[in-house]
T-cell receptor
Framework: QKEVEQNSGPLSVPEGAIASLNCTYSDRVSQSFFWYRQYSGKSPELIMSIYSNGDKEDGRFTAQLNKASQYVSLLIRDSQPSDSATYLCAADSGGYQKVTFGTGTKLQVIP | KAGVTQTPRYLIKTRGQQVTLSCSPISGHRSVSWYQQTPGQGLQFLFEYFSETQRNKGNFPGRFSGRQFSNSRSEMNVSTLELGDSALYLC?????????????FGQGTRLTVV
C-alpha cells in the first residue's frame, strides 16, 4: 500500500514561532510533492509544491524534501493565528494525477 | 480567472438512490480529478480524466463512475447509494495532469445519505 503519513496533531505553537510539519511517503517513485492548507469546512488550497531535494522558500513558508529519507516537511515562520488549519501532504504516485494524500496535521497557532 | 466550480454544494439523498455531481475546471485546464474526503479516511483518490478519457482510477467500487465532456467539464455518478458514501466530494483541475502540474480544488459537494 503506497502511503503518505502525517502526525494528525494537533500541533500547537505560539504566535510568532516556527511551526514544523512533517510527512513521510512510502512510494520511492514519487517525484512531486505538495502541501495543501485546509480550513475547517473549506476545500484544500495549494500552498507549496516541491520536486527536487533541498529547500524551497515562498514567503513565510519553506518546504524541504529529502528523497533518500522519503521525507517532506513544511516550515511556517512567524506563525499567525490565521495559519491555524489542517495541512495536507501529498505525493504523486507516478501515474497521471494519481496523487496520494496524507490524513493531515491540524495546526493551532495560539495568540 | 474563475476557479473550479462544483455543483451542487449540498445534497441529501436516500439509500439506494443515485446521484450526479458536476465539476467545471479552470478555463484551459484539461485534467479533472475526483476525491472523496471523510473524517476517518481523509482524501481518497477516485479517478482522473483527461481529454474525455479516464487515465487513472482509485480503489472504489464500480458504483462510482465518471465522465468528462469535450469542454473538460466532468461529472461523477454514484449509484445505489450507501450510508458510507456520505462525504465531501472534491474535484481538482490541473493544466495537463502530468507530474509536476499543480492541482486546484473546487469548493466540494457535501453529500449526505440518509
Amino acid at each position: 500500500q503506497k502511503e503518505v503519513e502525517q502526525n494528525s496533531g494537533p500541533l500547537s505553537v505560539p504566535e510568532g514561532a516556527i511551526a514544523s510539519l512533517n510527512c513521510t511517503y512510502s512510494d520511492r517513485v514519487s517525484q512531486s510533492f505538495f502541501w495543501y492548507r485546509q480550513y475547517s469546512g473549506k476545500s484544500p488550497e495549494l500552498i507549496m509544491s516541491i520536486y527536487s531535494n533541498g529547500d524551497k522558500e515562498d514567503g513565510r513558508f519553506t518546504a524541504q524534501l529529502n528523497k533518500a529519507s522519503q521525507y517532506v516537511s513544511l516550515l511556517i515562520r512567524d506563525s499567525q493565528p490565521s495559519d491555524s488549519a489542517t495541512y495536507l501532504c501529498a505525493a504523486d504516485s507516478g501515474g497521471y494525477q494519481k496523487v496520494t494524500f496524507g490524513t493531515g496535521t491540524k495546526l493551532q497557532v495560539i495568540p | 480567472k474563475a476557479g473550479v466550480t462544483q455543483t451542487p454544494r449540498y445534497l441529501i439523498k436516500t439509500r439506494g438512490q443515485q446521484v450526479t455531481l458536476s465539476c467545471s475546471p479552470i478555463s484551459g485546464h484539461r485534467s479533472v480529478s475526483w476525491y472523496q474526503q471523510t473524517p476517518g479516511q481523509g482524501l481518497q483518490f477516485l479517478f482522473e480524466y483527461f481529454s474525455e478519457t479516464q487515465r487513472n482510477k482509485g480503489n472504489f467500487p464500480g458504483r462510482f463512475s465518471g465522465r468528462q465532456f469535450s469542454n473538460s467539464r466532468s461529472e461523477m455518478n454514484v449509484s445505489t447509494l450507501e450510508l458510507g458514501d456520505s462525504a465531501l466530494y472534491l474535484c481538482a483541475s490541473s493544466l495537463l495532469g502530468i507530474t509536476n502540474t499543480e492541482a486546484f480544488f473546487g469548493q466540494g459537494t457535501r453529500l449526505t445519505v440518509v
